[in-house]
């Protein structure tokens, strides 16, 4: 059972950035796969941006130049950098990681979310 630690969320200002977190680097042999989800309240959970297994990168059109996902495999974890923060990007975001334990198992596993809140 594959536990990813996320980091990272907090408070920020309009316009501001924050750096988003996630990854299991004891446990975590590669990632094949990885996305960054967010659910407000009140809404269902949404796709922000992935990495498929293939290497493609995709954004939901609301965050497209705004944010960047990326990995360090060397670490096993993945980041989300959000720049240009706007109040409706506040809520509660989870990371996914589909890839390969030390242990040679497949998993895909979800992150324990963290709460990212943007106001003045």
């Known amino acids: 059972h594959v536990q990813l630690v996320e980091s990272g969320g907090g408070l920020v200002q309009p316009g501001g950035s924050l750096r988003l977190s996630c990854g299991a680097p004891?446990?975590?042999?590669?990632?094949?796969?990885v996305g960054w989800y967010r659910q407000a309240l009140g809404k269902q959970r949404e796709v922000v941006a992935e990495?498929?297994?293939?290497?493609?990168?995709n954004y939901a059109d609301s965050v497209k130049g705004r944010f960047t996902i990326s990995t360090d495999n060397a670490k096993s974890a993945m980041y989300l950098e959000m720049n240009s923060l706007k109040p409706e990007d506040t809520a509660v975001y989870y990371c996914?990681?589909?890839?390969?334990?030390?242990?040679?198992?497949?998993?895909?596993?979800w992150g324990q979310g963290t709460q990212v809140t943007v106001s003045s």
């Open positions: 004891e446990i975590i042999l590669s990632l094949d796969a």
């Open positions: 996914n990681i589909e890839g390969l334990t030390t242990a040679w198992e497949r998993f895909r596993a």
């Open positions: 990495i498929t297994s293939g290497g493609t990168t």
